[in-house]
């Protein structure tokens, strides 16, 4: 999917030279795509042609967000919540990272499996429904090891840049991030699965809007919010590493 990178590239190189603060959270997710592109072409996946969809269509949610914010038509309110706070450059550059990440996600990621599962799911055996959730896992192993080509190409060079105004950035902690995400994601999966189970359309619209509303508490705590905490659902100590609260 070279179209996908260059499309992030040519985004970054735009907002970097403009001192966008958006670029922080997609230069992170144009390394995590570079990863998993590389990882399916070698085959480590039970049906690369189901994880290349979601890849693609993972990176459409985003780009419709983006539309929507630039195009100053709403969109989901934790997206609003991060692009907002790259353009008021209140944040460090992990909470930017991270506000990213919880928003591409926590809600994001919910919406785009209920998407791909919804018309197959009923007809998967036990075990195609087994090797979904592995491909689905495998990715977990893809972030934890770009996670320190994250830390050394976007976080360390954002930090030398902006240190005159942003001393505080805080260290990109891998082992905090890695449990963190993977934590997220298999919240995720189960949120996707109980998606799956409404059949009414209003039914699967509140629960839009209840995956949106959490994902936003969570975004306010990342963003120094207590108020957030208890959205949060995982050991804040974990926040405290990345220096967040």
């Known amino acids: 999917m070279p179209q996908l990178t260059e499309r992030m590239q040519a985004l970054i190189d735009r907002w970097h030279s403009i001192g966008d603060h958006r670029a922080i959270f997609l230069a992170c997710y144009l390394r ?11 085959g480590a996946f ?13 990176a459409d949610y985003y780009f419709v967000a983006l539309a929507a914010w630039e195009q100053e038509s709403g ?3 934790v997206w609003q919540h991060a692009f907002e706070s790259a353009a008021r450059h209140h944040a460090t550059i992990v909470q930017h990272l991270l506000l990213g990440v919880n928003a591409h996600i926590n809600y994001d ?7 791909l599962l919804r018309p197959e ?35 360390a060079p954002y930090a030398r840049a902006m240190r005159v105004i942003d001393v505080a950035f805080g260290p990109l902690d891998e082992w905090c991030t890695a ?43 990342l963003s120094g919010d207590a108020l957030g905490a208890r959205a949060f659902g995982y050991p804040l100590r974990w926040l405290n590493r990345l220096r967040l609260i």
């Open 75 to 77: 969109g989901p309110l």
């Open 179 to 221: 449990h963190l995400i993977r934590n997220w994601r298999n919240d995720v999966w189960q949120q996707a699965l109980q998606t799956l189970a409404l059949t009414g359309s209003e039914e699967r619209i509140a629960m839009r809007r209840q995956i949106d509303e959490v994902a936003t508490k969570r975004a306010r705590l």
């Open 109 to 115: 990621l919910v919406l785009v499996l209920d998407d």
């Open 121 to 155: 799911w009923p007809s998967l055996s036990d075990r195609q429904r087994q090797e979904r959730r592995a491909d689905y896992d495998k990715v977990n192993h893809v972030i934890a090891q770009t996670i320190n080509r994250v830390q050394d190409e976007v976080i």
């Open 46 to 58: 039970h049906d690369p042609a189901w994880v290349g969809r979601l890849i693609d269509d993972f």
């Open 32 to 42: 995590m795509t570079e990863n998993m592109l590389a990882t399916v072409e070698h």
